[in-house]
Each structure stands twice: as C-alpha cells, then as structure tokens.
C-alpha cells in the first residue's frame, strides 16, 4: 500500500487524508455476534465451566429432554467459533472466559 501511495499526486493524498481524517472508524464485520443470541447457546453456556472439562456426551444426556444433539453440536460449533467455548482433546469442552 505504502508503494502505490508515494506514486498519487500530492493533491490526491491531500484530498484521500481528508476523507480517511472525516470518517469514523470502520466497524469490523463479524459472522459471530459477541452476545449469545441462542437460548440453546445460554443454555450451554450455564452448564459448562472454565476450570472443569465437560464432555459431550455428558451435555446430550442433560439437555436431551430440551434440545436434539444436532441442536447441541450447532449450539457448540457457534460457541466455539465465537470464541466463547474451547474444545479440549476427547470432545471436552470448557467455557474460554
């Protein structure tokens, strides 16, 4: 970028740093909203713990009266790719706050 910038006439970086100056910060896109939105995800989230592993088999025993495991694997997959659960070796997982 650096390259391409020192080649723009001065009038062009001029008037490019007074729109860049202007604009507020662009917001970063996220697939994933930092709040949980999905009841099956707070749901998850109020049985697994940071300090102790839980493993999946133990989350579809308890919450299949509430949720398919389908719906428990999606819930999680969600959770992990937000950031707010790990997957530890031998499908346990642990919140990550």
Known sequence: MEDVWEELPAEMQAALNSLRNE??????????????????????????????????????????????????FTALFELELNGKVRQLPGKNFVTSF
């Open 23 to 72: 604009s507020p910060e662009p917001e970063t896109a996220s697939l994933f909203p930092d709040e949980v939105s999905s009841p099956h995800e707070k749901k998850i989230l109020k049985l697994l713990k940071a300090d102790e592993s839980t493993h999946i088999d133990q989350l579809v025993e308890l919450l299949e009266a509430e949720m398919s495991s389908s719906e428990i």
